[in-house]
């Protein structure tokens, strides 16, 4: 047996789920909306309005997202993820999404700091996904 028949199988969706594609995709729905909500206000001088103005429609769009997160996780949880799996997966769809974000909304560069910090997630992502 070679040593690549010997490793344990990385398993990214477990029980080989038809429901893993949507729980990733919701995930990645509800991470959009999450980003929106903690971060629109950033960009031109949102900071005139009143904070509890910005809270209000900020609990709006949150309301939204917890539309999208909530199934997710329900459905992936039902079909074989772990809750520290379905945390990962969230963890890093928040990153990439953050990133698109940032650089097209809120106008600021990637550096390679960031690509590293994705790189340790997606790390940790791969430890909690190993052999499961």
Known sequence: M???QEAPDIAFLPNESP???PTL??????????TIAWYWHLK???GSKPLLTII???????GV?????????RIGYANGWGAGQLKIAQEAIAL???GIFMVTWLGEPLEWRHGAAFLCIMAGVGFLFWGR
């Not at 995709?25 to 999450?34: R, T």
């Not at 209000?56 to 949150?62: E, N, V």
């Open 25 to 34: 995709v919701l995930l990645f729905l509800s991470n959009i909306f999450m």
């Open 56 to 62: 209000f429609i900020s609990w709006l769009i949150a």
């Open 19 to 21: 429901l893993a594609m």
């Open 65 to 73: 997202e917890y539309c999208f997160a909530v199934p997710a996780n």
């Open 2 to 4: 070679t040593a690549l």
């Open 44 to 46: 031109d001088g949102a």
């Open 96 to 98: 990439l999404v953050f």
